[in-house]
């Protein structure tokens, strides 16, 4: 995995759930989610990240049987491929890990369910801890910081710190500032420009801007529920640049391109092969 997560790797978001705000339920059926899956690998992602529980801004829970019943079938159809599974259960990471899935993203940063640090342990999985201030059906509320970039990475070192001593090896752990998981689209652009804050944890990065709502805001939109494209992309270049390893995104192809442009501006030495 690791070979395949060099940055700047990209990660396919899969939404098995009627409810995405970003695909609205386009890959809920299986079937549709598989084939999306293997074409997305196909141009590019390093990863696909099969999800069954909506964590956008408002959203309720679902039960474990519940997400079980989504994502099982996605991930015995994508057997053998790069998976992980963004999930908070650790009944539900158990059975994805058994599948094939190789790594949990957690968006509470184990701090969801008691059990999870035990189960990606024991299946020497990868982890991506994530930051959310509050629980998704109230996190937009009104977020507050004194300094956002500070109190995340503290709060990131405090997890990564915590999932080492349950036994999950530093090398096999990510970890994500959670943009639009309880945070102003000023805090939003805040922590994407500060991001070296978090690359010092020594850890690869994970950043998730795609078709966020902050995009859409800072386009002028003040009342956008998601952002377009090429804002998604550009933000995703921004985070490279500032030291980000992973980008999970929505739209492979374009990323994919825009984020080889920009590493081969990064290392000519590489990019002087290509001509």
Request: net charge negative; aromatic share 4%; proline share 5%.
């Amino acid at each position: 995995l690791e070979e395949r997560l060099r940055r700047p790797a990209v990660m396919w978001v899969v939404n098995v759930t009627p409810d995405s705000f970003s695909e609205g339920g386009v890959n809920f059926e299986p079937a549709a989610a598989i084939a999306t899956a293997r074409r997305m690998l196909a141009e590019g992602a390093a990863l696909v990240d099969v999800g069954g529980e909506s964590t956008r801004p408002g959203s309720e829970g679902v039960s474990a049987d519940e997400e079980l019943c989504r994502v099982v079938p996605v991930l015995e159809g994508l057997a053998g491929l790069p998976v992980s599974i963004d999930t908070a259960k650790a009944e539900v990471a158990r059975r994805a890990l058994e599948l094939g899935a190789e790594l949990v993203n957690d968006v509470t940063a184990l701090r969801g369910d008691a059990g999870m640090a035990a189960v990606v342990a024991e299946a020497g999985a990868y982890v991506c801890l994530m930051h959310m201030q509050g629980e998704p059906r109230t996190m937009q509320a009104a977020p507050r910081y004194e300094d956002v970039v500070s109190e995340v990475a503290a709060f990131l070192e405090e997890r990564l710190a915590f999932a080492v001593a349950a036994g999950i090896p530093e090398e096999n752990i990510c970890i994500d500032p959670g943009i639009g998981f309880g945070k102003t689209p000023q805090q939003n652009l805040e922590l994407v420009l500060h991001l070296d804050a978090l690359v010092a944890l020594g850890r690869p990065v994970l950043v998730g801007f795609s078709r966020k709502s902050t995009i859409g805001k800072v386009l002028g939109d003040p009342g956008a529920r998601t952002g377009t494209v090429a804002g998604s992309v550009g933000a995703a270049v921004a985070a490279y640049v500032r030291g980000a390893s992973i980008l999970r995104v929505h739209d492979v192809h374009e990323h994919v391109a825009a984020l080889a442009l920009a590493a081969a501006v990064e290392h000519p030495e590489v990019a002087a092969g290509w001509a």
